[in-house]
Nanobody, 121 residues
Framework: VQLQACGKGLVQAGGSLRLSCTAS????????MGWYRQAPGKQREMVAT???????RYDTSVKGRFTISRDNGKSTVYLQMDSLKPEDTAVYYC????????????????WGKGTQVTVSS
């Protein structure tokens, strides 16, 4: 599975930005997709995830401001980010999970290259 993210950018506080990520390869193994982020000096953290059934999860810091959606036909996941804050500044990583790999004791995660999001105050 390969993940290609688009949508990096610089935006002012209060603005909006949309990230997209398209999966290719063995996409039939993907059970969930999502976005994680890592700010300088901090650990990578979950931002939002969505399963192939449409169940979503959000970090509390972005709930109500960010919306994750998925186009299964295009194997693409979107992250609409509104009311952006300077603390949202980070490198954002697209993620896909293959839960079947857990049965083999393997890492279930696939990662895309990070995309920089910078929110100026």
């Amino acid at each position: 599975v390969q993940l290609q993210a688009c949508g990096k950018g610089l935006v002012q506080a209060g603005g909006s930005l949309r990230l997209s990520c398209t999966a290719s390869g063995d996409i039939f193994v993907i059970n969930a997709m999502g976005w994680y982020r890592q700010a300088p000096g901090k650990q990578r953290e979950m931002v939002a995830t969505i399963t192939d059934g449409g169940t979503t999860r959000y970090d509390t810091s972005v709930k109500g401001r960010f919306t994750i959606s998925r186009d299964n036909g295009k194997s693409t996941v979107y992250l609409q980010m509104d009311s952006l804050k300077p603390e949202d500044t980070a490198v954002y990583y697209c993620n896909a999970e293959d839960w079947g790999r857990r049965l083999l004791g393997d890492d279930i995660n696939y990662w895309g290259k990070g995309t920089q999001v910078t929110v100026s105050s």
